[in-house]
């Protein structure tokens, strides 16, 4: 089945910095990578998806980048906010299984 | 704008005692998921729902777990009989059609097993 690795696991950065975060999928035939936030006791809540067509996709400050030679896909935050702070989570989709795979989630922490 | 919703937000039970966790999904959705998320660990697929039964599920998912669908908007998950191990956050999960489409998650409910 598919795998996903999500580095770092704790990303600490200054308000008005740039943070990025990174994926890793194993499975081929992957075509639709969501990136959800997650605020404390809250459930994820999509801010940015990429399809296998795509190579990168912006929305704002945020931005995503899609590898599928490498098998690996990025997150960019621009202009870092106290408000971005949260654990994001990226995720691969594919056509093996009707299912979501999660990688194990970043913790960013903007600091004023 | 239309969202997902579960209930109850919290729930601690006794183990051995079943639990029923509850969902009402965007109400034009076609999809529906169950997902776990033990505490500061990754969210976990648990199963897949489509017209009306189950279409993919996890090794999590074992005989203890079911769902359904028990009427026109609500999508339940129900345990059992709960071990200590099944505490979790619990979120439903809702999208529109098949494929690469946008799953939109509830806000999750807290299970405390005892």
């Known amino acids: 089945g598919e795998n996903v690795e999500q580095h770092p696991s704790t990303l600490s950065v200054q308000e008005g910095d740039s943070a990025v975060i990174k994926c890793t999928y194993s499975?081929?035939?992957?075509?639709?990578f969501p990136w959800y936030k997650q605020e404390l006791g809250k459930g994820p809540q999509l801010i940015i998806d990429?399809?296998?067509?795509?190579g990168e996709k912006k929305d704002q400050r945020i931005a995503v980048t899609l590898n599928k030679t490498a098998k690996h896909f990025s997150l960019h935050i621009t202009e870092t906010q106290p408000e971005d702070s949260a654990v994001y989570f990226c995720?691969?989709?594919?056509?093996?299984?009707?299912?979501?795979?999660f990688g194990g989630g970043t913790r960013l922490m903007v600091k004023p | 704008e239309p969202e997902v919703t579960q209930t109850p937000s919290h729930q601690v039970t006794q183990m051995g005692q079943e639990v029923i966790l509850r969902c009402v999904p965007i109400?034009?959705?076609?999809?529906f998921y169950w997902y776990r998320q033990i505490l500061g660990q990754k969210v976990e697929f648990l199963v897949s729902?489509?017209?009306?039964?189950?279409?993919?599920k996890s090794e999590i998912f074992d005989d203890q777990f079911s769902v359904e669908r028990p009427d026109g908007s609500n999508f339940t998950l129900k345990i059992r009989s709960t071990k200590l191990e099944d505490s979790a956050m619990y979120f439903c999960?809702?999208?529109?059609?098949?494929?690469?489409?946008?799953?939109?998650f509830g806000p999750g409910t807290r299970l405390l097993v005892l």
């Open positions: 999960a809702s999208k529109l059609a098949g494929g690469q489409e946008t799953q939109y």
């Open positions: 499975d081929s035939a992957s075509n639709y």
């Open positions: 990429i399809r296998s067509n795509v």
């Open positions: 995720a691969a989709w594919g056509n093996a299984g009707n299912m979501l795979t």
């Open positions: 109400s034009n959705h076609l999809y």
């Open positions: 729902f489509y017209n009306n039964e189950i279409s993919e």
